[in-house]
């Protein structure tokens, strides 16, 4: 009997390993890989996260832009540009929030659609 589950065992385990091989190779299809959510609540959602969040656009951009320059021009440079992207995405957001029953759900203003996206 205890042959007969490890016996059992290992080929359940060989089906669901080749089960998922098989999964990885199935294309994706065309109509399943849009960017954005397409609805009201995501753009409600996609809204209420660019308001919160928009502000962490500063220290992001300060950090990208002190590590392809110095460290002296990030700060100066970051600050402006994440000053400037804060601003839009914090604005985007609250337009999304405002406007999220009516159309153009699949239509960021901001990209990328998340503040910690790049």
Partial sequence: MKKFITVFFVIIMVLSFSVSV???DIPKSPAKTTAYPAGPVQKAERGFSNLAFGWT????RI???SKETNPIQGLFLGLFQGTCKAFARTVSGAADLVTFPLGGYDKPAVLPDMP???
Wanted: net charge positive; no cysteine; hydrophobic share 55%.
């Fill in 22 to 24: 098989f999964a990885a």
């Fill in 63 to 65: 950090v990208d832009k």
């Fill in 57 to 60: 656009e500063i220290p992001k």
């Fill in 116 to 118: 910690a996206a790049k």
